[in-house]
């Protein structure tokens, strides 16, 4: 029996909540390494209510999805075969399309990520925590989107929520790269507690006219390891995350993503999609997605370590985001690509 398997008599959905983390899942973890498909996404939909520029979902087509009984029996089958159901990102389309299947999946992981367009009000899951793509300010928003500036308002509404663990994600395109100290003082005024940045990643035979070269994103990179001084966790990238998406680190980990290794992607009709949630159209050689960073942490030690540092800081400091890094961050940010 997988130490991370649900066990029987663990019981329905409302019992299944023992899968929270314990003491002996760290230990394992410490002990033997991230499990194999500890980490997946599910594309909870294949419909949106966006039409985002950078987004590579719209082109993969999908026209179907599995229904909740379905899934329930997608999931009772892995469950059944010792699954080791740690980390979930539920994706889409707009994942909160669905929250039928988000009712009943929840309760499977141990940790959850909603990757949310905001759109659509949060909740009512406080367990989680909800990531919210926010690709523009109010003035840009209807040109990246599709969608005009009264739903960029809707959207800041459903995320002012103190009582819910709610992050922005900024996608750095060529429209947006000169935004980023705005979006820090647009969002710094709210409840979320940081703002995640990421890069366009584009798919084979793009025109690139969003992409960012080398060069560029690692001059960004370095802009934000600065303004981490004056924003710390608001800026919600860690310093080892931020060092290892530099050129000099990034380019070696996603010539051998360690995402395949441990991760999964699933499409809506619940099958496999390689190399991850981007799709088989994915450029890797121009990846500018945080899981790679994130993903080369989990599977190292020594990174993990200093990454569950990093992340009883955060917690303990909650919105501690005036905060200037202490001693101790500043040894991580040093270390961080070793």
């Not at 005024?189 to 798919?203: C, L, S």
């Amino acid at each position: 029996m997988s130490p991370y398997q649900i066990r029987e008599d663990e019981g329905e959905r409302s019992d299944l909540r023992a899968t929270r983390w314990k003491v002996r899942d760290f230990l394992h973890i410490g002990l033997k390494g991230f499990p194999a498909q500890g980490m997946i996404s599910i594309d909870a939909t294949y419909k949106c209510n966006l039409s985002c520029r950078h987004c590579y979902f719209r082109s993969q087509g999908y026209k179907t999805e599995l229904t909740l009984d379905q899934w329930s029996s997608w999931f009772e089958n892995r469950r059944s075969q010792g699954y080791p159901f740690l980390i979930c990102g539920w994706l889409g389309g707009e994942p909160l399309l669905r929250r039928d299947l988000l009712e009943k999946g929840l309760a499977y992981f141990k940790s959850n990520v909603i990757f949310t367009n905001g759109t659509c009000e949060l909740g009512p899951w406080p367990d989680c925590a909800y990531v919210v793509s926010v690709p523009a300010l109010r003035d840009q928003y209807a040109y990246i989107t599709g969608a005009d500036a009264k739903t960029f308002d809707r959207v800041r509404a459903h995320v002012d929520r103190s009582d819910l663990r709610v992050f922005i994600s900024f996608c750095i395109t060529r429209l947006t790269l000169d935004l980023i100290p705005q979006v820090l003082e647009e969002w710094r005024k709210t409840a979320v507690q940081g703002v995640y940045f990421e890069f366009f990643t584009p798919r084979r035979g793009d025109d690139m006219q969003l992409w960012l070269d080398w060069k560029s994103r690692d001059r960004i990179i370095s802009q934000l390891l600065e303004l981490k001084k004056t924003y710390g966790y608001f800026i919600a990238n860690t310093y080892q995350e931020l060092t290892l998406m530099k050129s000099e680190n990034f380019k070696g980990i996603v010539d051998n993503c360690p995402f395949y290794r441990i991760g999964a992607s699933f499409d809506p009709m619940g099958r496999r999609k390689l190399p991850c949630a981007v799709g088989p159209e994915a450029d890797c050689s121009r990846c500018g997605c945080i899981l790679p960073a994130f993903a080369q942490i989990l599977s190292r030690r020594h990174l993990m370590i200093r990454a569950l540092y990093e992340g009883i800081r955060r917690r303990s400091g909650k919105r501690s985001r005036g905060k200037t890094p202490s001693q101790w961050d500043s040894l991580l940010f040093r270390t961080a690509k070793s």
